[in-house]
């Protein structure tokens, strides 16, 4: 990363087809393919940035939240690459960084970002509304109760017998199916940010298993259409209320289900500020964004001790 903002190199190695034959993330599973791709996975992010360690300025790492064992793997690398080129390390909230994601620079000059923001920050293990009045100036509005958003669509995604992740397999049949054919539940929660989508999971499956009791072939398409709209419309209307409520520039979205095109539309068609989210290679998990936050922190001075551990359910701090 360089600047904080443009990118040299961002190299992924996906476990996707690994996890799918269990429907998701097996962690053991996980932590043992961290261990197997982490270096030739940063001498390839080396290569291709072209760069040699004496360029380096320091070592960003996420230390949390997400699954211990791979956590472990990546700063436990990161405190070695460190220690042994005498490098700084800083230490990263995963969640700061999907945020970050909406600094990369990914066609020409870097998005110009105001504050203070609204960030809905929405994936398989997180649905978090946050507003953000200056860097490393959180405040958390209000999140899921249940079932993050991303989860709630592997949860469907399996019920209607369609690839993990659920995402992007339920919004691609979407596009085939009718979005009001079944009126399935929104869970408001009026007066606060929060999320719950734990009851709309739980009527799809009652829908699925009557239809089955009667013999019937599942309308698959019109189901995930249906599902999807019921998502987008709770994670749309709520974003759009919090940045009015709290006098926001701008609209940011971050995280894998960001990715989502229903989602973008719906938040732009009623957001009444500019919305802005990152490309979809950047929505998922990846390294860039780490580095982008790392760099306002290490701007900031903020160094991590030998002593850094990983926080496997923290939430987001300032």
């Known amino acids: ?132 009045a200056d860097h490393r100036d959180y405040r958390r509005l209000g999140g899921t109760l249940d079932d993050a958003a991303g989860e709630a669509f592997d949860k469907v995604g399996r019920l209607l017998g369609l690839e993990y992740p659920g995402g992007p397999a339920i ?24 999320f719950s989508f734990s009851g709309l999971k739980t009527a799809v499956l009652r829908l699925v298993r009557a239809l089955e009791r009667e013999g019937k072939p599942l309308p698959v398409a019109d189901l995930a259409a249906s599902f999807q709209l019921a998502v987008v419309d709770v994670l749309a209307e709520k974003t759009v209320a919090a940045a009015r409520e709290f006098d926001a520039q701008q609209i940011l979205l971050a995280g894998g289900v960001s990715a989502n095109q229903l989602l973008r539309q719906r938040v732009r068609k009623r957001a009444e500020v500019p919305v802005l989210y990152p490309p979809p290679i950047l929505c998922t998990d990846n390294a860039a964004m780490i580095a982008a936050a790392g760099t306002v922190r290490f701007r900031a001075g903020e160094r991590s001790g030998w002593d850094l551990d990983v926080l496997p359910g923290v939430g987001l701090v300032g």
């Open 171 to 194: 919004e691609g049949v979407a596009r085939e199916g009718d979005s009001i054919a079944f009126d399935l539940p929104r869970a408001w929660l009026q007066g606060s940010c929060d």
């Open 1 to 132: 990363m360089e600047e904080g903002r443009f990118i040299r190199s961002n190299v992924i190695a996906s476990q996707i087809e690994i996890h799918r034959q269990y429907g998701g993330v097996f962690p053991e599973m996980a932590s043992r393919e961290h261990v197997r791709a982490i270096l030739p996975v940063i001498r390839e992010a080396i290569a291709e940035a072209e760069v040699s360690w004496e360029d380096l300025d320091g070592i960003a790492v996420t230390y949390g939240p997400g699954l211990a064992g791979s956590l472990l793997v990546g700063v436990n690398a990161a405190k070695g690459l460190a220690l042994g080129r005498g490098l700084p390390l800083v230490g990263v909230n995963h969640l700061e960084g999907h945020i970050y994601a909406n600094w990369l620079a990914t066609d020409g000059e870097p998005p110009d970002i105001q504050f203070p923001f609204v960030c809905l920050i929405v994936s398989g293990g997180h649905t978090e509304l946050v507003l953000v």
